[in-house]
C-alpha cells in the first residue's frame, strides 16, 4: 500500500504560481508511475500530468502544456507540479495519484493510489 499525501494548494490571484507537492510513503517501490489530477466543481476528474518515477518522460493535458511542470525528487519520494501563468479556470482540487505500471496513462482507472487532495483556488 502507497500513502500519498499533497500539500502546497492556496488561493492566489490570476497569473500567480505555486507549486504542490505529494509526498509518497509505504510501498513506494511498487510506484512506476505518478500523475497529478484535478477535479473542478460540478466537473469531472481530469488529468493534468504524468511523469515517470525512474526516466525523464514526462506527459501533459494540453490545457496546462507550457504552463505547468511536473517533476520529481526521488531521494524524498516526492513529486510537484509547479503551476505558472495560473487562471482562474485552473481552480480545482487537485489529486496526486500512483500507477504500478508503466505508461503515462491520462485514465482515471489505471491509477491505484490516490491522495485526499489540495484546493487550489485562483482569483480574476
Known amino acids: 500500500q502507497v500513502q500519498l499525501v499533497e500539500s502546497g494548494g492556496g488561493l492566489v490571484q490570476a497569473g500567480d504560481s505555486l507549486r504542490l507537492s505529494c509526498a509518497a510513503s509505504?510501498?513506494?517501490?511498487?510506484?512506476?508511475?505518478m500523475g497529478w489530477f484535478r477535479q473542478a466543481p460540478g466537473k469531472e476528474r481530469e488529468f493534468v500530468a504524468a511523469?515517470?518515477?525512474?526516466?525523464?518522460?514526462?506527459r501533459y493535458a494540453d490545457s496546462v502544456k507550457g504552463r505547468f511542470t511536473i517533476s520529481r525528487d526521488n531521494a524524498k519520494s516526492t513529486v510537484y507540479l509547479q503551476m505558472n501563468s495560473l487562471k482562474p479556470e485552473d481552480t480545482a482540487i487537485y489529486y496526486c495519484?500512483?500507477?504500478?505500471?508503466?505508461?503515462?496513462?491520462?485514465?482515471?482507472?489505471?491509477?491505484?493510489?490516490w491522495g485526499q487532495g489540495t484546493q487550489v483556488t485562483v482569483s480574476s
Open positions: 511523469i515517470r518515477w525512474s526516466g525523464a518522460s514526462t
Open positions: 509505504g510501498r513506494t517501490s511498487s510506484i512506476n508511475t
Open positions: 495519484a500512483g500507477r504500478s505500471r508503466y505508461g503515462l496513462s491520462s485514465s482515471l482507472n489505471e491509477y491505484d493510489d
